[in-house]
């Protein structure tokens, strides 16, 4: 395991099929509605979209990232309307390997977060953004505050 | 999990309580706009959801959000693509079958 995995997600399974058919249930729309989601609209190359409805309620939204049949898949991955794994937020990796007559399928989700640990992120970038745009004009954004966190406690 | 989350109160409910366990009392007064029974309906939500923990103190709750929701988060993602994976594979499989009868 690579230090990257840390915050990953890890699926793996075999199917009795060879890789270029099960490459086919993640870049064709008709089959990836066997297994996953309602209604599915594809783009399969590189910024193509992904879309697959599970119900009204989950929408799986992405990018395709790599398109490499019949051992790859990358794309962005995120729901609708949904904090946790809002679209563009996570990347799922999908290898497909030939063993025993058919299929080593792995998928790699990264970069989950929960809502508070993006918030945090968010509230950084802002603050720093912020500061950014006034330099930017000419004024003067005054000492960070981060640049000397309050010691002690309350 | 995602229901919970969806609501903007509950996810500054939840900052509230990520570092500091308050109880509903005070966590009401951060939300003046809101009725004491609806911050008790969405601290319901939060902690069946698993995102807040609570614990009684004498005639009081406390609440505090629980660590562990970066873990319950992956949890549930794992659980939905094991489950993913073998529809996946069930598909397949099957549609192979369909083709070749006689494989």
């Known amino acids: 395991m690579n230090v990257s995995e840390i915050d990953a997600v890890v699926s793996e399974i075999h199917i009795a099929a060879p890789p270029e058919v099960v490459f086919a249930y993640f870049v064709d729309p008709d089959k990836m509605r066997r297994w996953f989601g309602s209604r599915v609209q594809l783009e399969p190359r590189p910024g193509g979209m992904y879309a697959a409805d599970i119900n009204s309620q989950a929408r799986a939204r992405g990018t395709y990232l790599e398109v490499v049949p019949p051992s790859r898949v990358v794309f962005t991955f995120g729901w609708h309307d949904d904090p946790n794994i809002p679209p563009g937020s996570t990347t799922v990796e999908v290898t497909l390997a030939g063993e025993r007559e058919g299929t080593h399928v792995r998928l790699v989700h990264r970069g989950l977060q929960t809502p508070e640990m993006r918030e945090q992120h968010g509230q950084g970038w802002e603050h720093y953004v912020a500061r950014l745009a006034v330099a930017a004009a000419g004024g003067d954004p005054g000492p960070d505050p981060n640049a000397n966190p309050p010691q002690g406690g309350t | 999990m995602l229901h919970a ?30 009725t004491a029974p609806a911050i008790s309906q969405h601290l319901r939500v939060l902690r069946e959801a698993g995102l807040v923990s609570e614990r009684r103190s004498g005639t009081r709750r406390l609440y505090r ?11 549930w993602v794992r659980d939905f693509w094991d489950d993913a994976l073998d529809d996946l594979k069930g598909a397949v499989e099957r549609d192979l079958q369909a083709q070749e009868p006689n494989a």
Request: charged share 35%; proline share 7%; net charge positive.
């Open chain 2, 5 to 34: 989350l969806a609501d903007s109160r509950r996810r500054a409910i939840l900052r509230l309580v990520r570092h500091t366990e308050l109880p509903s009392g005070e966590i009401a007064v951060h939300f003046p706009e809101v």
């Open chain 2, 65 to 75: 959000a629980r660590p562990e929701g970066l873990r319950d988060l992956r949890r």
